[in-house]
């Protein structure tokens, strides 16, 4: 470059600027704005040649010069450990492995360090987990491009003779018995690891970062064999791991601030032309919280083996997704979840979704033919509908909720297919012989057609995707303050029928069945007796378990019903934040958030006109709106409070109380604020010079509402 003769185009451009209209460009066929986008990352050295400072040199050259010597200090050697735990932790967060860990020229050339046990067991197993995760992440297919970087362009992971695992661990188990002989001295001893004596300290500090990168191979190679066994040992490994990280964290300082064997430049060698992605350079402090919050995440996604039914699958992934954000535990829950992926087994396990799970969720035989073609064609489906919903669950947030409004498109097939099998002649038989009570009918024309229990879980389901992707815009700021009275409006709306769903579903069930027993009358006395007593026991269980879902389902509905009040009592007295935009009007942000919606028929969309008339106070001062905003919030915060008090007997996981004690938190505030204003209009009129401030640190869905002098 430095031959070149450089030209002076300011004045070209000037003269080409004047003589362009707003919205032309000047460009070639052959050189268009795209190409032009993405041929040219100005100060990238990979893709801008004006930043190449001559030829990039190769690890095999930095190595030979020396870079990377093998006689390492005690604390060299705790130093270059931990910059590659930072490096991975930046990998294991989206970053490249050429941009991250193989900067480092000691994970270029392994062989080399067979001398350094420590060094050389803690590199492999970095290796070897390397190549683990990246398989996981390639195999779940549920990390997109800004999750997680796949590309490893050429980059050596896997054990040139093969075996690696075991290899991994023969070399690990054998630096972790050195090491643990020489922490338990008082005094340093000369042992074989590179580095001649070691104070005892020192020893412990490596032994834990031997251990957590054991700990954490072992965890993804038992969680990918996907037994219920294994992932129990999975979950111990991963414990195991986590707790290294406090003698981790504590032995940081001994470890050098400068250590050889790092060179960013080996990253800066030409390459095709691609999305340049930035690294972040971590701190030991950042590097220590994030793996442990991902052991953490991995063993939530491991602990799905207490799932046994398609509630209990729902309300764990609802609970556990929310707090596993890193791809590798997404996609290690993802495989858990999915049969067809990784080992295969010969019966899904019973968390797994299954023929079997949607026909216990449904009341429904398991085997194919017992009632219906069209009703095991149902069940076919929904497998596949719920297989998807379980995948969207395993996406990064944002993508979560795209496509759980792409995914209304299946809740929309699937009720054609249970209006089929609600009205198949052996469905219908089926009902009567099990004496299911179903008095719900719809009228189509001048036909009436029977919405049986299949159409309405269906419809129950669909509600409660439609629910979660109204909420999560509120977790991921989506939202202008002023669109939050629409979005609660229809959260109302689909709670409501959420709410009847469900108690038709409850009280349908079909009664129990009673088998003829064989033996002597007074042992058939004796079997019928424990088997009603069974039955009460585990009809009673059911039942607490249906009045906590009710109860739930009522705090959030008369949460949206107090929040609705409360945002309409704010814009009534003056008190909300003005909207900036000046192109959409309010009902073309009610057609771009609820559009979709329009396309189904079940549950019947609200549009626009709907909207304006329901939330048209009618004279009603605001005062009288506020008072019903009180009343919602109390009713909310009460049934928060029934079901609190009665978690024990509902069995209620500890998740799902805190999400209670949040929510009835919120109510409390709420109507706090809500009383607040009211004394305010009391006292000065309706109007005034207050601003509403909304909060969701308490609860991501639902907002703390707050008033403040504007």
């Not at 957590?212 to 969680?223: D, F």
């Not at 719809?442 to 159409?455: A, D, K, R, S, Y």
């Not at 009522?554 to 949206?560: A, D, I, L, P, T």
């Not at 006109?609 to 009180?630: D, Y």
Request: proline share 4%; with cysteine.
């Amino acid at each position: 470059m430095s031959d070149s003769e450089w030209l002076d185009v300011a004045p070209f451009l000037s003269a080409v600027s004047e003589s362009l209209s707003l919205g032309e460009m000047v460009h070639d066929e052959v050189f268009s704005l795209s190409q032009a986008m993405s041929a040219v990352a100005i100060g990238a050295p990979k893709m801008d040649a004006g930043m190449a400072a001559g030829k990039a040199r190769t690890a095999s050259e930095l190595i030979m010069e020396g870079k990377a010597p093998l006689s390492l200090s005690a604390e060299e050697l705790v130093g270059v450990m931990d910059q590659l735990l930072a490096l991975e932790a930046g990998y294991l967060h989206g970053a490249s492995l050429g941009q991250t860990v193989y900067t480092c020229l000691y994970m270029q050339d392994l062989a080399r360090l067979e001398d350094d046990l420590y060094l050389s067991a803690f590199c492999q197993a970095l290796r070897a987990t390397c190549s683990e995760v990246r398989t996981i992440i390639m195999m779940s297919c549920v990390c997109e491009e800004e999750d997680f970087n796949a590309l490893c362009n050429g980059l050596e992971l896997d054990h040139p003779e093969g075996n690696s695992s075991a290899r991994v661990l023969q070399q690990a188990n054998k630096a972790e018995e050195v090491l643990t002989q020489q922490s338990k001295k008082k005094k340093p001893q000369a042992q074989g690891g590179g580095i001649g004596s070691l104070p005892p300290l020192v020893a412990r500090a490596l032994l834990s970062r031997i251990r957590m990168r054991k700990a954490l191979h072992m965890g993804l190679e038992r969680a990918m064999k996907k037994t219920k066994q294994d992932l129990a040992q999975a979950c111990k490994h991963f414990a195991a791991g986590l707790s290294e990280m406090e003698m981790i964290r504590s032995t940081a300082k001994l470890g050098a601030e400068i250590v050889p064997g790092f060179e960013k430049g080996l990253d800066q060698a030409p390459a095709p032309g691609g999305p340049v992605r930035v690294s972040q350079a971590l701190t030991l402090d950042e590097t220590w919280d994030r793996f442990e919050n991902l052991l953490g995440e991995l063993q939530m996604a491991c602990s799905l083996t207490t799932v046994g039914g398609y509630k209990e699958l729902k309300t764990f992934l609802l609970a556990v997704v929310k707090k596993c954000t890193t791809p590798l535990a997404r996609s290690v829950l993802h495989i858990q979840l999915d049969a067809r992926k990784g080992i295969s087994l010969s019966e899904p396990p019973r968390w797994c979704p299954s023929r079997r799970m949607i026909a216990d969720a449904v009341n429904l035989p398991h085997k194919n033919g017992e009632v219906s073609v069209e009703v095991d064609v149902f069940l076919e489906q929904t497998l596949i509908g719920v297989q998807n919903w379980c995948q969207c669950m395993c996406l990064n947030r944002s993508r979560q909720r795209r496509r759980l409004k792409k995914g209304l498109e299946d809740w929309k097939n699937l009720l054609d297919h249970a209006y089929a099998a609600d009205n198949s002649p052996g469905f219908v038989n089926h009902v009567k012989e099990r004496g299911w009570r179903w008095p719900p009918q719809i009228q189509q024309g001048n036909v009436t057609h029977l919405q049986g229990p299949l159409m309405s879980w269906i419809e129950l389901e669909c509600c409660q995707s439609m629910i979660l992707h109204l909420l999560m815009g509120c977790e991921l700021d989506l939202y202008h303050a002023r669109e939050l009275l629409m979005i609660f409006w229809y959260c109302e709306y689909l709670f409501a029928r959420v709410l009847g769903a469900t108690r038709e579903l409850f009280n349908a069930r079909p009664g129990a069945i009673v088998l003829p027993q064989e033996g002597s009358p007074g042992d058939k006395a004796k079997k019928a007796s424990k088997k009603k007593t069974k039955e009460k026991e585990h009809e009673l269980v059911r039942t607490q378990k249906h009045a906590a879902e009710l109860a739930l389902l009522e705090v959030e509905r008369q949460m949206c019903q107090g929040l609705i009040r409360l945002l309409l009592g704010i814009d009534m007295v003056g008190a909300s934040a003005p909207v900036q935009s000046p192109f959409n009007t309010e009902a073309e942000r009610f057609h771009q958030r609820f559009s979709t919606f329009m396309e189904l028929e079940t549950p019947e969309p609200l549009d626009y006109r709907a909207f304006v008339s329901n939330t048209n106070p009618n004279g009603t001062s605001a005062a009288k709106v506020l008072e019903g905003a009180v009343k919602s919030f109390t009713s909310s915060r009460d049934h928060a409070q029934l079901i609190i008090q009665r978690s024990s007997v509902s069995g209620m996981s500890e998740t799902k109380l805190a999400e209670v004690e949040a929510l009835e938190k919120v109510a409390k505030i709420n109507k706090v604020t809500s009383g607040v204003l009211m004394s305010l209009i009391a006292a000065s009129g309706e109007e005034t010079d207050m601003k509403a401030k909304f909060s969701f640190e308490i609860n991501s869905f639902y907002p703390v509402v707050s008033i403040t002098r504007g």
